[in-house]
């Protein structure tokens, strides 16, 4: 795993962000810094960066997008222009939490936290990446309606896990195979798998068609 580049303000919002949590929910948005789900997301920035190749401004789509950690390390990180990022989770209390993380961006316009299912979500900008690392946690009904609603054309990077001991994971995978089957993936531009210390996640990148 490389290293990637965080500077001293985004440390301190990060920071600041689970130092202003009151308690149950500091322990709370502290989940979000587990080495597994960091190392995943560092990964999947690692991977679009040798897999997506464009010189004009990007938007991305981050669907399950918790407290905003991912979309502040593309930010940072990705080798292509990231214009704007809508960071998309079904718990409200992710909005404000993820916006005190990403403040920076908040105040360049240039990332949106919004409440929303994904599997009724409308998209209102351009999708060039659509982002969902939730897989486990949603229903196949739930993941179908939202793959159908991907627009064609979209850049598609999808994660989930074998994490089945988890009480909210209904939707785990055996296996790198079994998660590329029960997704739709079909013609994968990466399909790969990452040991952590609790679990094995896997990872796909693909075109919608």
């Known amino acids: 795993m490389t290293n990637i580049n965080l500077d001293s303000d985004h440390i301190i919002l990060w920071f600041n962000m689970i130092r202003d949590l ?29 897999h997506y190749d ?4 990007s938007n991305i789509y981050i669907f399950g997008g918790w407290l905003g ?10 080798k292509f222009y990231v214009d704007t990022i809508y960071n998309i989770d079904l ?18 316009q240039r990332y949106y936290a919004e409440t929303a299912d994904m599997k009724e979500y ?11 690392t939730s897989t486990e946690h949603v229903t196949q ?9 991907i627009p064609q054309g979209s850049l598609v990077v999808i994660q989930g896990n074998d994490f089945f001991s988890c009480d909210e ?13 029960m997704n739709r993936v079909t013609d994968p531009i990466f399909a790969g798998q ?6 094995n996640r896997f990872m796909c990148v693909f075109r919608k068609s």
Not at 54 to 57: D, E, V, Y
Not at 125 to 130: F, G, L, P, Y
């Open 22 to 50: 009151p308690e149950p929910e500091r322990s709370r948005g502290l989940d979000a810094f587990w080495d597994g789900q960091v190392h995943s997301k560092i990964w999947l920035s690692e991977v679009l960066n040798e």
């Open 169 to 181: 994971h209904v939707r785990c995978s055996i296996d790198l195979d079994d998660f590329i089957t």
């Open 91 to 108: 718990d409200p209390w992710c909005k404000p939490n993820s916006e005190k993380l990403n403040q920076n961006y908040v105040n360049m």
């Open 122 to 132: 409308q998209y209102n900008d351009t999708a060039d990446i659509v982002i969902n």
């Open 141 to 149: 009904e739930t993941y179908d309606h939202w793959y159908d609603n």
């Open 194 to 199: 990452l040991e952590t210390t609790m679990y």
């Open 69 to 78: 950690v991912l979309a502040n390390i593309l930010f940072q990180n990705s």
């Open 54 to 57: 464009s010189n004009l401004p």
